[in-house]
């Protein structure tokens, strides 16, 4: 059987019945792919048996590499029974976003002890997604400062290789602006050409690791336009501040200096 998001969600509660009588498991379809299983197929879970009741397709990258076991066979398996974890609440369509907070008090009255949280609030008070974003961020910033840093001295050893050319320009009457604009120009295009090839080269990477065993399930292969048109934005700004410095020593360079320099 393969069902949707909403279609598992949607099934009736004699199927979930039956499992909980006979053990059986639902399985995401990577998560399926992943143990080689298939509808029919038995798999171990704490040493017992369930069979593998479906395989469900949802639009959610973790939801595809998750397992559905009925709630009673899952205390029993974890020692917890009686005991639960969390409860997803979904919001009929005609909710609205500002209506939230009061389906959230009205949930908070219902017993003291629940602690209903928002999607976007629950994202940020969880740990593991603080983690996880942190070091989203000092990857980040470590990989721009190697760029700026790399983009830096390729214009810098530029800039000193042609020293001469730059006196002979400003010896003809070439004004400081305009070798400061060929400068940029190049370090633009440079940063221009290596944010394509580096995206290209990340989105190549990124099929590769969504259809590994290791990682399949846990990244979505693609690469949304917002993050192309982001990651050139940052690309020329690395080209513009790597630029600098060989900008300005470009221009304060007088043209006997460079042409000393050259003979």
């Known amino acids: 059987w393969l069902f949707t998001d909403y279609e598992m969600r949607a099934a009736d509660q004699e199927t979930i019945g039956n499992a909980d009588a006979i053990g059986q498991v639902f399985l995401g379809e990577n998560l399926a792919g992943r143990l080689d299983c298939e509808p029919g197929s038995t798999l171990n879970l704490f040493d017992e048996p369930f069979k593998v009741a479906g395989v469900f397709q949802s639009g959610s990258v973790w939801e595809n590499g998750s397992m559905i076991v009925p709630l009673q066979q899952l205390q029993e398996l974890t020692g917890r029974d009686g005991q639960i974890t969390y409860i997803n609440v979904v919001l009929d369509e005609s909710i609205e976003a500002i209506q939230v907070g009061s389906v959230v008090e009205r949930i908070t009255a219902v017993d003291a002890k629940l602690l209903p949280l928002a999607t976007d609030e629950f994202v940020r008070s969880d740990t593991r997604m603080q983690l996880a974003g ?130």
Request: charged content about 10%.
């Open 134 to 263: 942190a070091m989203a961020w000092m990857t980040s910033t470590i990989a721009l400062l190697v760029g700026a840093i790399g983009t830096l001295n390729t214009m810098m050893t530029s800039v000193l290789e042609r020293t001469g050319e730059i006196g002979i320009l400003r010896a003809i009457g070439w004004p400081a602006k305009r070798i400061a604009g060929v400068i940029l120009c190049e370090s633009v295009m440079l940063a221009l050409l290596a944010s394509v090839l580096g995206g290209i080269g990340a989105s190549v990477l990124l099929q590769l690791l969504a259809g590994s065993e290791a990682t399949g399930g846990m990244l979505q292969p693609t690469i949304a336009m917002n993050v192309w048109v982001r990651g050139v934005a940052v690309g020329l700004g690395i080209g513009i501040l790597g630029a600098s410095l060989p900008i300005w020593r470009a221009s304060q360079m007088r043209p006997t200096d460079a042409l000393r320099h050259q003979g």
